[in-house]
């Protein structure tokens, strides 16, 4: 598969022979992607993943090619140890990946921890491959963030393998919506919250990302969302609304007393 931005190109593979190919004279419109069948030998699936991926914490990692080969989609998941949001939809993700994914489409786990004992601990929760959390492997995230200008965590971004088309930055968002209110009470066991996943929508999802035409890094509602991620942080845990107003009201105490003579 060939993975281009701004015109430059980012990964390509060929997905049936796991060689890499030459670069294309095909090109299309701002935002596209182009396709090439011509045979290379540079190895750029390396370079932009690393030669290997974790499959779990215990085994020994994988050849990157083998382990995406026959993959139509690829999800990259930028998260952390630290990330509280994070923390919330991860469980969301894996319900969603396991019901909804099959064999078509695989996730790889972007940490953004330094500290490989932190990478370990939440990546052992996870049922998809990951990018190493040693010394190179750190190096492989941060270009890979760099490239696909991930600012917040966490973030989805999905790849279409077959064709090298970037499908979209706001999967997060997309996955979240498959999650409706339960009408039983209690919390899903999966997510611990009262939400479900609606399955037949999360299937149509996928095989809507496997045609999806292109889009540009940066969605325009992108800056939006972030606000509605902000505004249902600030719901859930109004507390930290009460501390910003009480450090504008002890702010505001303290430059009256300065003033006061």
């Given at each position: 598969?060939?993975?281009?931005?701004?015109?430059?190109?980012?990964?390509?593979?060929?997905?049936?022979?796991?060689?890499?190919?030459?670069?294309?004279?095909?090109?299309?419109?701002?935002?596209?992607?182009?396709?090439?069948?011509?045979?290379?030998?540079?190895?750029?699936?390396?370079?932009?993943?690393?030669?290997?991926?974790?499959?779990?914490?215990?085994?020994?990692?994988?050849?990157?090619?083998?382990?995406?080969?026959?993959?139509?989609?690829?999800?990259?998941?930028?998260?952390?140890?630290?990330?509280?949001?994070?923390?919330?939809?991860t469980p969301k993700?894996?319900?969603?990946?396991?019901?909804?994914?099959?064999?078509?489409?695989e996730i790889v786990?972007?940490?953004?921890?330094?500290?490989?004992?932190?990478?370990?601990?939440?990546?052992?929760?996870?049922?998809?491959?990951?990018?190493?959390?040693?010394?190179?492997?750190?190096?492989?995230?941060?270009?890979?963030?760099?490239?696909?200008?991930?600012?917040?965590?966490?973030?989805?971004?999905?790849?279409?393998?077959?064709?090298?088309?970037?499908?979209?930055?706001?999967?997060?968002?997309?996955?979240?919506?498959?999650?409706?209110?339960?009408?039983?009470?209690?919390?899903?066991?999966?997510?611990?919250?009262?939400?479900?996943?609606?399955?037949?929508?999360?299937?149509?999802?996928?095989?809507?990302?496997?045609?999806?035409?292109?889009?540009?890094?940066?969605?325009?509602?992108?800056?939006?969302?972030?606000?509605?991620?902000?505004?249902?942080?600030?719901?859930?845990?109004?507390?930290?609304?009460?501390?910003?107003?009480?450090?504008?009201?002890?702010?505001?105490?303290?430059?009256?007393?300065?003033?006061?003579?």
């Open positions: 598969f060939t993975l281009l931005y701004e015109g430059k190109q980012i990964l390509k593979v060929d997905t049936n022979t796991n060689i890499m190919v030459a670069n294309t004279n095909k090109k299309k419109s701002k935002g596209s992607s182009t396709i090439d069948t011509t045979t290379g030998s540079s190895n750029n699936l390396e370079i932009h993943f690393g030669p290997a991926l974790l499959v779990d914490t215990k085994s020994p990692p994988k050849p990157t090619a083998e382990l995406l080969k026959g993959k139509k989609l690829v999800g990259l998941y930028f998260t952390s140890s630290w990330s509280g949001m994070g923390k919330e939809f993700l894996i319900e969603f990946y396991k019901a909804c994914a099959g064999e078509d489409m786990y972007v940490s953004s921890d330094d500290n490989k004992k932190e990478f370990l601990e939440t990546y052992a929760d996870m049922p998809w491959l990951a990018i190493d959390g040693d010394t190179k492997g750190t190096r492989v995230k941060h270009n890979l963030a760099t490239h696909l200008k991930v600012f917040r965590l966490p973030s989805l971004v999905i790849l279409n393998v077959k064709t090298g088309n970037f499908v979209t930055d706001m999967a997060r968002k997309q996955v979240q919506e498959l999650f409706e209110d339960s009408d039983k009470e209690g919390k899903d066991s999966a997510t611990n919250s009262g939400q479900v996943l609606n399955v037949p929508k999360g299937k149509e999802l996928v095989a809507q990302w496997m045609t999806q035409e292109p889009e540009q890094l940066g969605h325009a509602d992108t800056f939006y969302y972030t606000l509605y991620l902000t505004g249902m942080h600030f719901k859930k845990y109004p507390i930290y609304i009460v501390g910003i107003i009480l450090l504008f009201v002890f702010s505001d105490m303290l430059r009256w007393i300065q003033r006061k003579p």
